[in-house]
């Protein structure tokens, strides 16, 4: 059913207009909804939920973008889309935010109190939680917002119990003392995603530890945390390294405290960094750890919850972690035990939330057992049902899970899943999928253990949590597993693959069939974006004055699998500029549809060569933009899509047709011509429609149309009939021969409006038939008049500038098309302006007083300006050459 539709769009692109008004339709018509229909074939994404804390950043736009992309794209295929979307808990970072609220009244959480604690969260939550979701549906964000969900939700929350409790009860899930990242500030333990390694310029300690028992032998040891010599259980070396030999199995004191330290032999020690000899703080560092295990040796714990020194350190007892740094390094020295202090720059683990320096640190927590789940991962993506696009990701995903360590999950805070485990005096541990109140064995009290867990333990489970595992629901056998998930490379270890185990585990099925990785959002020096550099850039700024279909081209266009991109406004502007391209090429089609029918269809051979090539070039358009989206190409076919329409398209075909449609008196030509632009412009606003939903939706609504929004419009597809290598080969060459002869224009100064001879010489008799058929394009877009075929004999024409396109020999006689001493004059007064530039920059690089005190790049930008100076005069002293032989 053909629907109505303006006659035409207001004269000037104004997107906040548009984008308001049509996001309002597409959620009012749920449109971005889909219910379980087994005769559709599904296409699902889950989105990686944003932070209930989250604010819109360029990394969130980029990223929902592609996944927007792909659901547009996959919905006009006909595909049963759903985009799932939801926000995660984000514990540390939201207890954090409502922890600052109440420090404001100058209260802490203790204060409140555990459980109104919470319920101040989830007012916190209640107002604020949906920001990031209105922000992102200001982008365009196609999500079933019907089917919103949250970590914490109740069935999010069920999931969690279930998980929890059958990995416990398979041993998979166990309590114990291992080392982990520490927050002093946070007071909890962190997943490995929660720090942030930054290089920091610090020192490397050299501290000779006495060999016992032997006067005067001593084995020196380096370190860049002198506070952990406190803690020191033992000292490595290589079992091969001849230096160390004779002293593995002996000991040597511990400087300061005077404790026996044994020398161990392990491989895990590089002989040739620093002294070959390596300290062993089993209870503050991670490798230390592992070795400490291997060996035996005590884990001694020195450094508080709160960094500060514990108890047993001696006089350094209470002192904080830095202070004790200090004094300690003076005591090794004031006792002859500091060899030297170098300067030595290095990665520092740092809390993402608050940006303390994180301790490593031994201390009873919650871990799951990661290698049975690894393996099972690994074979998944090995074997190919899960995909990494890029390929090259496969093997950073395997060589991670092939050393992985088992996962901490318990967080010593309050916002997040209360872990399910229950502490009786008799010391009995009930871990249970129920709330329980007394202990099951003696009939005690029991008290729940305080910790919540990791949120990526709720987020693992994100691909069918929020499908309403653990039941068995329609939406799990139609949606999962999901077809792909858009992710950052920088999360591939801590959420990918726990969601590949998870999903495995639980469903015993991948969650997705595709990783399709991207790269980082980078300013324009390639700096990653950050507070403390303050070269973030907003991406609701940029929609503010851009507009989000702008923004979302500049995203999508040059951006390739895997790979970060850089963000220049000048690119901001360029896609600003084909919007603008877009609307006013389509406002001139509305403008003149005036009588067009709809179910008009023409003859094939009423169609022109223009018709043929344009309807030709838009079949090659649809293949290869259909094939790159496949493929995850979303760049490159961007690119074609930009291409077709403003080379094409508007400079092109809309150039050529303009003719037939202002001649009223040739009925069927225009309509032809109005069939044509009709039918591609219609047609390939679908093909933009996934990069720039917005524009290209209040575009077709005035068009002619069926149906109720573009995106329930029908994919285009590849149509045989319409391809035609002839007729792009020829207005190839047309093409070509405009351009020449509008160069050589351009050259001479010819002014727009006036017409000039143009001869052509063409070898090929069948060519120059076919140019002699369609010789009005090049006279109406060359303002050539007249246009002649020379014999391929015949003499060449003289005082004439000459070009070749494709074997055509173009000539542009120059006799009565300028004034040559008028054209001499102004090339010579230009070059006499080039002479005194060319002279002010030599005398500038010669003046040794600029070249000392000016910047290497102020240097450079002059001596570029030189060169290109100096080509124009070159150029211009050829053109006068040439004028002169006239």
Known sequence: MEQEQSSSISTVYDPQAVEAKWYKFWEEN??????????????????????????????????????????????????????????????????????????????????????????????????????????????????????????????????????FVSLYEQGLIYQGNRITNWCPRCNTALSDIEVEHEEKPGNLYHVRYPVEGVDGEYVTVATTRPETILGDSGVAVHPEDARYKHLIGKYLILPMLGRRLPIVADEYVDPTFGTGAVKVTPAHDPNDFDMGLRHKLPQIVVINPDGTMAADTGKYAGMDRYECRKTLVNDLKDQGYLVKIDEHSHAVGHCQRCTTVVEPLVSKQWFVKMEPLAKPAIEAVTSGRTQFVPERFTKIYTNWLDNIRDWCISRQIWWGHRIPAWYCPCGEVTVSREDITVCPKCGSSVEQDPDVLDTWFSSALWPFSTMGWPQDTDELKQFYPTSVLVTGYDIIFFWVARMIMMGLKFQEDIPFNHVFIHGLVRDSQGRKMSKSLGNGIDPLEVIEKYGADTLRFMLVTGNTPGNDMRFYWERVESS????????????????????????????????????????????????????????????????????????????????LAKG???????????????????????????????????????????????????????????????????????????????????????????????????????????????????????????????????????????????????????????????????????????????????????????????????????????????????????????????????
């Not at 935010?97 to 409140?112: C, F, H, M, N, P």
């Not at 090339?827 to 005398?843: F, H, M, P, Q, Y």
């Open 30 to 163: 749920h449109l971005f909804h889909a219910e379980v229909d087994k005769d559709k074939q599904p296409f699902s994404i889950v989105i990686p939920p944003p932070n209930v804390t989250g604010q819109l950043h360029m990394g969130h736009a980029l990223d929902n973008t592609l996944q927007d992309i792909l659901i547009r794209f996959k919905r006009l295929q006909g595909y049963n889309t759903l985009w799932m979307p939801g926000t995660d808990h984000a514990g540390i970072a939201t207890q954090i935010k409502v922890e600052e609220v109440l420090a404001q009244d100058g209260k802490t959480r203790y204060d409140l109190g555990r459980e109104k604690f919470i319920e101040q969260v989830w007012d916190w939550k209640a107002q604020y939680g949906s920001r990031i979701i209105n922000q992102l549906k200001r982008l365009g964000a196609s999500c079933d917002w019907e089917r919103e969900r949250f970590t914490m939700d109740e069935g999010c929350s069920n999931a969690v119990r279930e998980v």
């Open 576 to 655: 600003r500029n084909f919007a603008n391209k877009i609307w006013n090429a389509s406002r001139f089609v509305l403008m003149n549809l005036e009588g067009f029918d709809p179910a008009f269809t023409p003859d094939d051979k009423a169609f022109t060569m223009a018709d043929r090539w344009i309807l030709s070039r838009y079949n090659t358009t649809v293949a290869d933009v259909t094939r790159n989206l496949e493929r995850f190409e979303l760049g490159e076919a961007a690119r074609m899509v930009y291409e077709f329409i403003w080379d094409e398209f508007c400079d092109w075909y809309i150039e």
């Open 660 to 886: 037939r449609l202002y001649n009223k008196e040739d009925v069927e030509s225009r309509k032809v011509a109005q069939y044509v632009l009709h039918y591609v412009l219609s047609n390939t606003l679908k093909l933009l429609h996934p990069f720039m939903p917005f524009i290209t939706e209040a575009i077709w609504q005035s068009l002619p149309h069926q149906g109720i929004s573009i995106m329930t419009a029908a994919w285009p597809h590849e149509e045989a009939k319409l391809e035609s290598a002839q007729d792009e080969q020829l207005m190839g060459i047309i093409m070509e021969i405009i351009k020449s002869v509008r160069n050589m224009r351009a050259e001479v100064n010819v002014h727009p409006g006036k017409k000039s001879e143009v001869i052509l010489k063409i070898a090929s008799g069948e060519l120059k038939t076919q140019i002699e058929a369609n010789i009005g394009y090049i006279k109406t877009l060359a303002a050539a008049e007249p246009v002649s075929i020379l014999a391929t004999d015949a003499t060449t024409p003289e005082n004439a500038m000459t070009a070749v396109a494709s074997g055509v020999e173009i000539y542009l006689p120059l006799k009565g098309l300028i004034d040559v001493e008028k054209e001499t004059a102004r090339l010579n007064k230009e070059l006499d302006g080039l002479d005194k530039e060319v002279a002010r920059i030599a005398g500038k690089l010669n003046n040794p007083g600029f070249t000392a005190k000016a910047p290497a790049e102020v240097i450079e930008k002059e001596k570029a300006k030189q060169a290109e100076y100096v080509e124009k005069q070159t150029a211009i002293k050829e053109r006068l050459a040439y004028l002169a032989r006239l």
